[in-house]
T-cell receptor, first 111, second 113 residues
Framework: TQLLEQSPQFLSIQEGENLTVYCNSS?????LQWYRQEPGEGPVLLVT?????EVKKLKRLTFQFGDARKDSSLHITAAQTGDTGLYLC???????????FGKGTTLSVSS | ETGVTQTPRHLVMGMTNKKSLKCEQH?????MYWYKQSAKKPLELMFV???????ENNSVPSRFSPECPNSSHLFLHLHTLQPEDSALYLC????????????FGSGTRLTVV
């Protein structure tokens, strides 16, 4: 059983479209993080959300942490080809423990 | 150099070989990690070192042996691997635990033949 479920698994869209990817769990996390990984590279941290209900914006990317701290979403406005990559969510169950990762959402944005 | 550096980037080894993966971080972080990334699976935590002490070992087979000689360097020694061990091996570092995020290296793409 996957602790962090990400959906959709694959997403293929045109430039300019909006999209939302989801990260869900039945467990509570003290924080959730989103990473983007490009082929042949390691994941790069985009954002950390800590407080239930928190919303953070990073240019065209909007991240939300669920009120119960069990889920998160990533919304991209007006996607660009440079947004293509694997988006990973990762959570910390309790202080002092390592990150747990979801399987990721592979996003392909074509022009 | 800055960030987290992993060498080699690619490695092909036979099942009877012994090799080592190297990771070096120039960020002054106090924790380092090894993760395994296989197709269609989430990143799997292998080892955690905090202040050079191993604090977590996720039931990894003994054919994988980590070494952390100081807070900046981490090794993964490999011997008698299996083809199913072929994967991308990622090293990461962090400061004061996981809540502030990890900095990952580019990984070593390992193929066992």
């Amino acid at each position: 059983t996957q602790l962090l479920e990400q959906s959709p698994q694959f997403l293929s869209i045109q430039e300019g479209e909006n999209l939302t990817v989801y990260c869900n769990s039945s467990s509570v996390f003290s924080s959730l993080q989103w990473y983007r990984q490009e082929p042949g590279e390691g994941p790069v941290l985009l954002v950390t959300v800590v407080t239930g209900g928190e919303v953070k914006k990073l240019k065209r990317l909007t991240f939300q942490f669920g009120d119960a701290r069990k889920d998160s979403s990533l919304h991209i406005t007006a996607a660009q080809t440079g947004d293509t990559g694997l988006y990973l969510c990762a959570g910390v169950r309790q202080a002092g423990t390592a990150l747990i990762f979801g399987k990721g959402t592979t996003l392909s944005v074509s022009s | 150099e800055t960030g987290v550096t992993q060498t080699p980037r690619h490695l092909v080894m036979g099942m009877t070989n012994k090799k080592s993966l190297k990771c070096e971080q120039h960020l002054g972080h106090n924790a380092m990690y090894w993760y395994k990334q296989s197709a269609k699976k989430p990143l799997e935590l292998m080892f955690v070192y905090s202040l050079e002490e191993r604090v977590e070992n996720n039931s990894v087979p003994s054919r994988f042996s980590p070494e952390c000689p100081n807070s900046s360097h981490l090794f993964l020694h490999l011997h008698t691997l299996q083809p199913e061990d072929s994967a991308l091996y990622l090293c990461a570092s962090s400061q004061d635990g996981s809540n502030y995020g990890y900095t990952f290296g580019s990984g070593t793409r390992l193929t066992v033949v």
